[in-house]
Nanobody
Framework: QAQLVESGGGLVQSGGSLRLSCAASRSIFTINAMGWYRQAPGKQRELVASITNDGSTDYADSVKGRFTISRDNAKRTVYLQMNSLTPEDTAVYYC???????????????WGQGTQVTVSS
């Protein structure tokens, strides 16, 4: 059973919008922070946005004012609304959840399978 299931990637023209979703399975016992990372070809994976349990958010400078992260705790889902996309946003986007496992001490990083976002000029 996949622990994180992502959806919403695709191909969009420059200036367009996409919304990514990531749902966490019950195998993640408790969820702390949630976030999105991305990795472009030949580049390191970078943090795009994160959101804590109380709703505090953090964004990479390159996406501030264009991307919005949100979460629905009842649905165990995190979203990334991406507006005014540019070709520089082209990358594989990964969902990340920091959470716990039932009966196991510690906080772990869980990763989604990645979803491709391609922005054409």
């Amino acid at each position: 059973q996949a622990q994180l299931v992502e959806s919403g990637g695709g191909l969009v023209q420059s200036g367009g919008s996409l919304r990514l979703s990531c749902a966490a399975s019950r195998s993640i016992f408790t969820i702390n922070a949630m976030g999105w990372y991305r990795q472009a070809p030949g580049k390191q994976r970078e943090l795009v946005a994160s959101i804590t349990n109380d709703g505090s958010t953090d964004y990479a400078d390159s996406v501030k004012g264009r991307f919005t992260i949100s979460r629905d705790n009842a649905k165990r889902t995190v979203y990334l609304q991406m507006n005014s996309l540019t070709p520089e946003d082209t990358a594989v986007y990964y969902c990340n959840v920091k959470g716990t496992r039932l009966g196991i001490f510690g906080v772990y990083d869980f990763w989604g399978q990645g979803t491709q976002v391609t922005v054409s000029s």
